[in-house]
Antibody, heavy 118, light 107 residues
Framework: EVKLVESGGGLIQPGRSLRLSCAAS????????MTWLRQAPGKGLEWLSI???????YYADSVKGRFIISRDNSKNTVYLQMNSLRADDSAVYYC????????????WGQGTLVTVSS | DIQMTQSPSSVSASVGDRVTITCRAS??????STWYQHKPGKPPKVLIY???VLESGVPSRFSGSGSGTYFTLTINGLQPDDFATYYC?????????FGGGTTVEIK
């Protein structure tokens, strides 16, 4: 069974940094296309970033220059380093495996809540 | 970026009803669309991918159709477990983008 478990969320002050982790089991992050998404309270789903098997990365404009996706193959874990956090970054953050051949995001982790507030 | 315009934003329906949700892409995405069901406190679940392929384990009352810029998700015979929010998503280009969501509520 493929399982993704996010961690690292919490309450953080505006302007600070936070790193989220996505630990994978049943899949190998180094050969997968791993993504981060979020859902702000009362809002829809927003794609944030992807790291290809090749290591290439892409970002949504809303987080480009502030967020960095990376992975540690030895830990089979993907990270999202979030810098210069703002109140509108408050959301449930999900990681998901992106199927490059079928375009589906599956599976998803359970999500981790990030609240940016003073 | 490709915009995905989903309608309606909400629909009230009864058990047994047929519900259709539409999604329009701002440009041709061929058949690169996916539909998700999302319930509070849980991650989204894939229902349909590649516009019309039913995900394994998803009941056959769910179906998807369309290509190019127009896509639909149909639920034939709504069940109590189907009351949720549904999203379309395009996988044609990055950034991946989602429709605004459709909440299916109990009438």
């Amino acid at each position: 069974e493929v399982k993704l478990v996010e961690s690292g969320g919490g309450l953080i002050q505006p302007g600070r940094s936070l790193r989220l982790s996505c630990a994978a089991s049943g899949l190998t992050v180094s050969t997968s296309y791993m993504t981060w998404l979020r859902q702000a309270p009362g809002k829809g789903l927003e794609w944030l970033s992807i790291i290809y098997a090749s290591g290439r990365t892409y970002y949504a404009d809303s987080v480009k220059g502030r967020f960095i996706i990376s992975r540690d193959n030895s830990k089979n874990t993907v990270y999202l380093q979030m810098n210069s956090l703002r109140a509108d970054d408050s959301a449930v953050y999900y990681c998901a495996d992106y199927g490059a051949y079928n375009g589906k995001l599956d599976p998803w982790g359970q999500g981790t809540l990030v609240t940016v507030s003073s | 970026d490709i915009q995905m315009t989903q309608s309606p934003s909400s629909v009230s329906a009864s058990v047994g009803d047929r519900v259709t949700i539409t999604c329009r892409a701002s440009e041709d995405i061929t058949r690169h669309s996916t539909w998700y069901q999302h319930k509070p406190g849980k991650p989204p679940k894939v229902l349909i991918y590649a516009a019309s392929v039913l995900e394994s384990g998803v009941p056959s009352r769910f179906s998807g159709s369309g290509s190019g810029t127009y896509f639909t998700l149909t639920i034939n015979g709504l069940q109590p477990d189907d009351f949720a929010t549904y999203y379309c998503q395009q996988a044609h280009t990055f950034p991946l983008t989602f429709g605004g969501g459709t909440t299916v509520e109990i009438k």
